[in-house]
């Protein structure tokens, strides 16, 4: 919602900026000119980016869109999950959790928690770390480093569009100005014709270099930051996950483990240990 807002006020502060200068809406619209830059950039992005990254882009965005989910209500609810995961693990042991582990959509503990189901990534992050904990063999630190190694992949995975989009960013000004030399073209082709029609194909021309600069710093280079600063968002959230059960896998008491995972959480959005533990309790009178 919030990067709607921000498009919306991007087009009235330039097209109302333009009113009140007293310019004419009519002149800035040029099919021609939208062809060329917008079709070229789309041409491009199809030249250089994967099909299955094209279809990352376009999900990416529709993240943008929907904004940030990883808000202080989601890392509550992943800090009260996890307490209710170890505090079962203690007292079942952890060959218990195999069931929840091998069908965690039909489990009923992590049932609870809907929108960590809706993100299929969390849930086969978690639910394979703990498989590797549950078959043993492994120590911890080898587990920690398998656990970093999952995630800088899957941080590697989401960097393909969002490094797709500024390679499309970057073009546009230049595709802005091949429009404006196609438009100067043309108006040489025409001199010696009326003054009226001479003004009409200069202004076309330019037309196409402001549509390049603004499409790409006034929306494509923003969307791609965006994009980045909700990869690195997920990034964090991930992070956040792997403390949790790391500390627990090393022998820490669940609470501990659920307070390790809480430190690892951004600023922003992190709880604080009297909000924690009253979620935790929440849980605990529940059951």
């Known amino acids: 919602m919030v990067t709607v807002i921000g498009i919306l006020i991007v087009i009235v502060s330039v097209f109302g900026g333009f009113l009140l200068h007293g310019g004419d809406v009519r002149v800035l619209i ?10 070229a950039a789309l041409g491009s992005l199809i030249i250089a ?23 202080k209500r989601r890392y509550l609810e992943t800090l009260k999950m996890f307490n209710e995961l170890f505090q079962a693990a203690r007292k079942q042991g952890m060959i218990q959790l195999e069931r929840d582990v091998e069908a965690p959509n039909k489990s009923l503990l992590f ?16 639910c394979d770390t703990l498989r590797m904990a549950i078959t043993g063999g492994i120590p ?19 960097q393909a569009p969002i490094h797709s989009l500024t390679t499309v960013a970057d073009a546009l000004p ?11 073209v043309i108006t040489m082709g025409s001199l010696g014709g009326p003054p009226e029609e001479l003004g009409h ?3 076309a021309a330019l037309v196409g270099t402001f549509l390049g600069v603004l499409t790409c710093y006034g ?3 923003p969307l791609a930051g965006a994009m980045s600063s909700l990869d690195e968002a997920e990034a964090g959230y991930y992070r956040v996950l792997k403390s949790g059960l790391i500390a627990f896998i090393k022998g820490h008491p669940p609470i501990m483990a659920v307070e390790f995972a809480r430190r690892s959480i951004p600023h922003l959005e992190r709880p604080t240990f009297s909000e924690m533990e009253q ?3 929440g849980i605990r009178k529940k059951r």
């Open 174 to 184: 230049g595709l802005g100005i091949v429009a404006a030399v196609l438009g100067i």
């Open 140 to 158: 911890a630190f080898d587990l920690d480093q398998m656990v970093d190694a999952d995630i800088d992949v899957h941080h590697e995975h989401n």
């Open 49 to 71: 980016t994967p099909l299955p990254v094209i279809t990352m882009i376009i999900k990416n965005l529709r993240k943008v869109l929907g904004g940030n989910k990883y808000t």
């Open 111 to 126: 049932k609870r928690y809907p929108d960590f189901l809706k993100d299929p990534h969390a849930v086969h992050f978690v």
């Open 219 to 221: 929306f494509v280079s």
């Open 30 to 39: 040029q099919p021609s000119e939208f062809m060329i830059i917008w079709g």
């Open 201 to 203: 194909k200069v202004a």
């Open 279 to 281: 979620a935790c309790k």
